[in-house]
């Protein structure tokens, strides 16, 4: 009762447990060895600030627990953090130069979230001490984009946890093409080896054989094997396809492909073949492709009004009818685009719209 401040939702201690999942009856405690020799074990699951003669007793409840020895009773700790509206894109303070803040002093909790920010932040101050341009990723190109983004212009209230339902393109973020969407840059930031390079550029062309390949072989339902046909697609093809898009189809996949005939008994697609993961990776690309050309298209259509960028001395009393509450969120968060700006929460995207009317004519009178 005496804590005040928002605890990780992901990670509730059993007295909050108790509280937030009381219709069940049964809770897993992971029992974990701390070491290969050692005769301490950490009771994974019960994380808690009870007072000492409560996780006594409560430890001695649990069946084949009840002789064991507390060595270090659990504690709650409270974080303090920093607000990460005070940070620019690139993860340095506004306030103070040259320092830049990552993991959970910017309000995030987890691995992941907290590795991300460090390689984040640990290559922008490089590039500053080079007086190279800063490293920044768009909400559609990394999770770490979306993430840094939304820290920086909406802050936090309770500790971030990065969840793909806070991408609005996560479609386009998937595992199967990360390296695709992330290789080039970080062989240019100097973080890719030169052999992860020369493999990812091979699997590259792999893929994009392949595809052509599938794009130039059209089939026939009139040439077909009927057999291999309904094996591979289960129904007639009423007419010419190429296997392209035929892949499409949600029952076909490129295994599949392989099995498709002519009536001479000759293979359509003939070997060499990708290997399995490359097969899956390519699978997915092109059931995806349609999906992800439409929001490309979309990204595209934003692009420029979301990397305009705001002036630091912009004067946002200036634009008028923009609500009170829009211009103090806008005073005090100061983003740098107008992207940043429609990523804080109460800004409008028709707000941008005057911002951007705003803008063009605060660049009309400087020029
Ligand atoms: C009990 C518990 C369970 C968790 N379980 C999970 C989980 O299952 N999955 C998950 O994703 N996340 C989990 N988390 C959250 C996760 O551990 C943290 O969010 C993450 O490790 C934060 O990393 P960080 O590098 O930002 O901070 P830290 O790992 O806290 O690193 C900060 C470092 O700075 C050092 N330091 C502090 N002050 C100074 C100073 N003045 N000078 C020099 N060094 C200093 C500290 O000693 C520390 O090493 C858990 C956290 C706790 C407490």
């Known amino acids: 009762g005496v804590i005040e401040g928002i605890g990780p939702r992901y990670c509730p201690s059993i007295e909050d447990k108790i509280h937030k999942f009381a219709s069940k009856n049964s809770h897993h405690v992971f029992i974990e060895p701390e070491g290969l020799n050692t005769y301490e074990y950490y009771p994974n699951g019960i994380s808690t600030s009870l007072p000492y003669d409560v996780q006594v007793n409560f430890i001695h409840s649990i069946k084949g627990l009840e002789n064991v ?58 590039l500053k001490i080079r007086d190279e341009e800063p490293f920044l990723l768009r909400r559609d190109q990394a999770y770490l ?62 893929l994009a054989r392949e595809t052509e390949r599938l794009k130039s072989i059209w089939v026939n339902p009139g040439v077909l094997d009927k057999f291999s046909l309904e094996e591979v697609v289960g129904a007639e093809l009423s007419k010419e396809s190429q296997l392209y898009v035929m892949l499409k189809r949600p029952e076909v996949d ?89 990523n804080i929460s109460g800004v409008t995207p028709a707000a941008i719209s005057i911002l951007l009317v705003y803008l063009k004519r605060y660049r009309g009178k400087k020029e």
């Open 69 to 126: 020895h507390i060595i270090r009773p659990g504690y709650a700790i409270e974080y303090d953090y920093y607000d990460p509206t005070h940070l620019k894109d690139n993860l340095e303070s506004k306030e103070f130069d040259n320092l830049f803040l990552a993991g959970q002093v910017n309000g995030t909790t987890g691995y992941e979230e907290a590795a991300a920010q460090g390689l984040m932040a640990g290559i922008n101050a490089v």
């Open 254 to 342: 490129y295994q599949k492909l392989k099995l498709l005939k002519t009536k001479d008994g000759e293979s359509l697609l003939p070997p060499p073949y990708l290997s399995d993961e490359d097969a899956e990776t390519l699978t997915t690309k092109v059931k995806y492709s349609g999906y992800e050309d439409k929001q490309k298209a979309e990204v595209q259509k934003n692009l420029e009004k979301i990397e305009t960028v705001i002036p630091e001395d912009f004067d946002y009393d200036s634009a008028k009818g923009l609500s009170f509450e829009i211009t103090q969120k806008l005073k005090k968060i100061k983003p740098r685009t107008l992207g940043e700006a429609l």
């Open 145 to 206: 984009g979306v993430m840094v983004n939304d820290l920086i212009t909406k802050g936090v209230n309770e500790p971030y946890r990065m969840f793909t339902s806070r991408a609005e393109y996560r479609l386009s973020l998937r595992e199967d093409n990360a390296d695709e969407r992330l290789t080039e840059i970080g062989y240019k930031l100097g973080v890719v080896s030169e052999e992860r390079w020369k493999f990812f550029q091979e699997k590259r062309e792999r």
